[in-house]
């Protein structure tokens, strides 16, 4: 067995301790929190890429605040119908819809005048944005106009204020930015702590899972290939996870290469892919120099001779294609920097299969 405890590798988990995210905790605490505590309403948009910690922050406050109530806006047609369903989950049940905003924040402002000030999350929340100005009007400037002491807090992954215009009154502004390799990489290190039996998965397996999600910059991303990687493993019956355990999450996460690509490639192109795809299994990465031999190799099986010239045009075509990914490394001297190639969207194994039977074909 290598998941010991599946709850941590569920992208829905929020953690004892939260990674890179003390400022935005600070700064929702300062804007919203602590106001709406002394009876102040403010409103504040979070938005930043999927995948940056918008809603785990939100939910790791909830611990903390009992005033804060969560809702997803997909749930809802527009705003109306979300605080609808507010006030009947606050104990308030709305026997019908259709309500005016003047009743429903009447009865709001009821329910906080018995239970205390009330902090609204709506996650989401792009398509209110989008298509409920009045909506948006009516919940962002609830205490002018119906005096109600209502505090919201919006989440969206687009930055909201395209949408937006100064009618909506005053609302603070936070972005999340995508996180580096090396932060999502401290994450899904704490996550396998919590998940993982001991020794099922080395430092280099989360390096290389970061390496990946860090071009995306989301730590969910990276949690989401953990979890399908050991998965992989275990139905490999394997005591540890390995590389084409992450690159076979990949492939179902993000199958980029496709039947479609691989058409692309011609019969000498397609022997130099599979060179590189039998230097991988047991590594991350391979230098030119070591593809060149193993081209020579597989050329010699195939009735193909090639030049070095012809191999470094395949291997940028097979970049541009997104089939490969490459990185340079120096040793510390300037004039000795060597290139170093990888694929990380599809298990070596199974291309190698596919690459051969194309092979055979043409």
Do not use: W
Not at 95 to 119: A, K, P, Q, T
Not at 200 to 229: H, M, N, P, V, W
């Amino acid at each position: 067995m290598i998941v010991a405890n599946p709850a941590p590798l569920d992208t829905s988990y929020v953690p004892e301790k939260l990674f890179f995210r003390d400022d935005k905790i600070a700064a929702i605490r300062s804007a919203v929190l602590a106001p709406a505590g002394n009876g102040i309403s403010n409103n504040i948009i979070i938005h930043g890429d999927s995948g940056t910690g918008k809603t785990s922050t939100v939910k790791f406050l909830m611990r903390e605040n009992k005033s804060i109530i969560y809702e997803n806006a997909l749930s809802f047609r527009n705003v109306k119908n979300l605080l609808e369903h507010v006030i009947s989950r606050l104990g308030k049940p709305v026997s019908y819809h259709g309500l005016s905003y003047s009743e429903i924040f009447s009865m709001l402002n009821s329910i906080i005048s018995f239970r205390g000030d009330i902090v609204l999350v709506i996650d989401e929340a792009t398509g209110f944005l989008k298509g409920d100005t009045a909506g948006l009007y009516n919940l962002f400037r609830a205490s002018e106009i119906y005096g109600a002491g209502l505090s919201t807090i919006l989440i969206s992954i687009e930055s909201p204020f395209m949408y937006m215009e100064r009618k909506y009154g005053t609302i603070v502004e936070l972005k999340f930015n995508k996180y580096s390799s090396d932060e999502i990489q401290r994450i899904i290190t704490d996550r396998a702590s919590m998940a993982l039996e001991p020794g099922t998965c080395t430092d280099s397996i989360l390096g290389y899972i970061s390496e990946i999600s860090g071009k995306f910059g989301s730590a969910r991303f990276a949690i989401e290939l953990l979890q399908k990687a050991a998965y992989m493993a275990e139905y490999r019956l394997s005591k540890t996870i390995e590389n084409d355990d992450v690159r076979s999450a990949v492939s179902l996460i993000n199958p980029y290469i496709t039947e479609s690509k691989l058409s692309l490639l011609d019969r000498r192109e397609l022997v130099i892919l599979l060179a590189i795809c039998i230097l991988l299994p047991d590594t991350l990465y391979v230098d030119v120099p070591s593809i060149e031999k193993e081209v020579q190799l597989q050329g010699e099986e195939y009735g193909i001779q090639y030049k070095k010239t012809e191999i470094y045009r395949v291997i940028r075509k097979l970049e541009s294609l997104d089939i490969i990914s490459s990185s340079l490394k120096s040793s510390g001297n300037r004039s000795s920097v060597s290139k170093l190639v990888s694929i990380n969207d599809v298990p070596v194994s199974i291309l190698s299969i596919k690459i051969r039977d194309l092979i055979s074909r043409l």
